[in-house]
């Protein structure tokens, strides 16, 4: 979409403190929530590959919601600080059409609309945990989560 406005996060100095939402109905939303992504993770103290690998997830799934409803979806950022452990969880929801075999959706090369196949599987190596639950007729939700490595919690974070 040529010329159309690239937001980022509503909260740039503090966008990973507070869990935030971001919509995908429109292509250039996959631009918008990859930007997110890298500012979360930045902030969060993450490696610059690792907060690729979480943007370039983001980017996938962002895409999928995009086109694989019709209507888009949504994508949930949330920092995750408990028991010592810091990360952050991404959570892409639709009220799409569904997916009725999640394992062969899973499965690199597999695709209903022509594409590569390799989104789904991506995300899945890309973070550290991955969880897809779906129905036809209602919508698919895939939690995924990256947490710190222990040389990224002893650096310096800007936040702490
Ligand atoms: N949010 C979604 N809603 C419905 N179907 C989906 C969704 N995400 C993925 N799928 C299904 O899973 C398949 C594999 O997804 P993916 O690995 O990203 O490959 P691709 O997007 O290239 O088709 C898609 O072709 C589609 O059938
Ligand atoms: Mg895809």
């Known amino acids: 979409m040529a010329g159309a406005k690239l937001t980022t996060c509503p909260d740039p100095e503090d966008c990973f403190r507070r869990p935030s939402c971001l ?14 992504a890298l500012q979360c993770t930045a902030q969060l103290g993450m490696s610059r590959l690792s907060s690729h ?11 999928n919601l995009f086109f694989h409803t019709s209507n888009g979806g949504e994508i949930r950022f949330c920092c995750l600080d408990k028991a010592g452990r810091v990360g952050i969880e991404i959570i892409a ?5 569904g997916i009725v075999d ?7 090369g597999f695709s209903t609309n022509g594409g590569l196949g390799a989104g789904l599987g991506g995300v899945r190596r890309l973070m550290d945990e991955f969880e897809i639950s779906s129905k036809p007729g209602i919508g698919t ?20």
């Open 53 to 63: 690998y979480v943007a370039t997830a983001v980017s996938e799934l962002a895409n």
């Open 141 to 160: 939700r895939i939690i995924a989560r990256k947490w710190l490595t222990e040389a990224e919690l002893c650096c310096d974070r800007k936040s702490h």
């Open 93 to 97: 929801q639709d009220e799409g059409p």
């Open 23 to 36: 919509p995908v109905t429109d292509e250039h939303h996959v631009q918008i929530v990859r930007r997110h």
């Open 102 to 108: 999640i394992a062969a959706a899973m499965t690199d």
